[in-house]
């Protein structure tokens, strides 16, 4: 990919979460207060982001996940237009039929398939649909791998991914038998297989343990630098930003955003700013948080 040439493309964006998307959608109503009137997102933005290795950071509620889902096509601004790689995402999601506007097919089995190889998409919490038909891991990772968009379907960087995920011994299991965390890194697993020209992921290593969540940040690094592809990923943990980022978005509660490297944006006054404590408590809370969630899992599995 031309980095010369943005990745990204806000050109007076504005976005909305409809009042009937629920807690799911930030600035809905809350539960007790219908009558609050759901606030935007997202009001005329506009802006150009590079490709590269980025991390998405910031507090709850400052619009990571539906900036990710925007620029993804995942869903489609109010207003303005949003390009990836070039490509409009409402003719990335079948809504328009060439730039024109005229009104496309919606989003049939091929233009999904023709926009997930533009952009592959790992949702928060994001599970598997019904197993239907019973197939193994390793079936459905090596149907992801050749119906996808690599070039060269090498067995080297399949196997490469097996390992990093840590799934040897689970290739011959049902997805249904799988644990919450082998799901995610399955899940992983696939976003790097497929072959997209972009990789987009929204927490994707939050219930992983740190050794897996460095090695798969590992892994996505080295993609990004050996074959060009992207990765935006929403991260809570900013030592890790700070170990493999190579661009940061920092976003704010009033919706502003910070772009540059870790150095250039994770400064203490920003990152107190933007979550409103001093940085070195939110370094603490996020060794408390880890420590804390290792120790339930170690009495789990007592």
Partial sequence: MNTSTPLLRFDRVSYTWPPESGAGGPGSPEEGHPERLPLPVFDEFTAEIPGGFISLTGPNGSGKSTFLLLAGGRILPDRGRIEIAGQNTRILSGLWSDASGRPGPGLTAEIEHRRNLVCSFLYQNMEFEADDDGSSVGTLLEY?????????????????????????????RKLDALSKGEIQRVLLAFSALYGSRVIMMDEPVFAMENAQKERALEFFGDLHRSSGVSVLVSLHELSLTRKYADTVMLFYPDRRIDLGTPDEVLTPEALEASYGMPAAMLYDSEKLTREAMLERVRVQGK
């Fill in 144 to 172: 992801v791998y050749v119906n996808g968009g690599h070039r060269e379907k090498e067995e080297s960087f399949y196997k490469e991914a097996v390992s990093a995920f840590e799934l040897g011994n689970l290739m011959a």
